[in-house]
DNA sequence: CCTACCGATCGGTAGG
DNA sequence: CCTACCGATCGGTAGG
């Protein structure tokens, strides 16, 4: 007379996988996710895995899809008081490094190296990747096209180019981080990062130096 | 009589696997690196192929030696008729973006890729491409350093995040152009660049919002 | 959710 | 440089 037992605990079952492939994935990549292990390290047999999601490459887009919650959860709903605009992208910028510093699945940015490890793969999870780090960059542009309409960034700023560049250094940060474990360069992105907000150098600045 | 023919004919096969190889790998990882592909690529036998490098993991550090070499001759280098300073860092940022434009393996950047792909997996391969990637950033911070002492920089230019930022714009580019195939990037982190290599905001720039 | 199994491929070795 | 082979593991299926 177990209520359904097997619905409540497949779900669990299922997330148990997921988490615990994110967590693989973190080190050894989308594609280094094998189903034998992860049944090994669960606990489970290979097809008990398996049945959760088909194939290899539903289980990667799983993955993913986590990845993206997460990131999602932890750098932008968390700065969801804030009304639009540069403080918000400030705030942005601080929960952006502050998730990096975390390592939040134990290794670098999913979303970092799962868009380098599919960049020359096409396929489903190239493209789910792809899409959730456009929408996320769309995301921004539109922040920092409310702080130009609202006066907190000059008109003439860029959007792509601001996004860009605050892309680039979370890029970096992840990589000092995990391949040099420098937590220094965590406060040298902030503040590039808060300098790139700054009003400062939006346009192209090809003039003469500054004398010393 | 043969004047030793397997010496060159040796050294060309060796040549011939590590720049299959390095094709393969800009797509594939430094892992996904199979020797039985690699040998149908080739047109070998297997173990034809692993004689020459006697395992895998040499097999990738011989691929990692070539991006390193290639990295080397078309960013640096190609700068070496200019004298140390903040020219020659104008120069090596269009060099890094053109490299990265023409995508020499066919893929994205090997040394950015395997930095991602061994960042959590410790051996000599991670260990590699640190120390290569820890040069190159030695190398550009020394650059800043001579742009400093010969006034072509602010004296109070920290030469670390300077070059923190420019690794950063170059892993923003090759993001773009790898999985967004976006162009109109490369001009957007040549720009970026030269902004940091403008004297502006390299100290920190926190006080208040330009008025609009 | 399991056991049992499939063909394919992995890195690597033996021996020549 | 080759053939022939090793044990291990891969993703996935059949059948329950």
């Known amino acids: 007379m177990s209520p359904r037992r097997s619905v409540a605990a497949a ?18 990549g989308l594609e280094g996710l094998t189903i034998g292990r992860l049944a090994a390290d669960i606990e489970m047999s290979k097809s008990g895995v398996l049945g959760h999601f088909g194939s290899k490459q539903a289980l990667q887009l799983s993955v993913l899809d986590l990845a993206v919650s997460a990131f999602g959860r932890e750098v932008w709903e ?19 490094i502050s998730y990096l510093d975390r390592g939040v699945f134990g290794g670098g ?3 970092t190296s799962t868009a ?46 601001i996004v860009f560049q605050l892309a680039a250094l979370a890029m970096g940060a992840n990589q000092a981080l995990q391949l040099f474990g420098d937590r220094a360069a965590m406060h040298t ?24």
Chains 1, 2 share one sequence.
């Open 11 to 28: 779900r669990e079952t299922h997330s148990a996988i997921v988490e615990r492939a994110a967590v693989v994935a973190s080190t050894e």
């Open 189 to 212: 992105a902030r503040d590039a990062m808060r300098a790139v907000l700054s009003g400062c150098s939006h346009k192209r600045a090809v003039g003469p130096p500054p004398a010393a």
């Open 78 to 96: 968390s700065t969801s008081d804030l009304r639009s605009g540069r403080g918000r992208l400030l705030a942005i910028c601080d929960t952006w």
């Open 109 to 111: 940015c999913l979303l």
């Open 116 to 161: 380098l490890e599919f960049d020359g793969r096409p396929g489903p999870v190239r493209d789910a990747v792809a899409s959730a780090l456009r929408r996320w960059y769309e995301l921004l542009e539109a922040q920092v096209e409310t702080a130009i309409a609202l006066g907190e960034l000059p008109t003439e700023a860029e959007p792509a180019a």
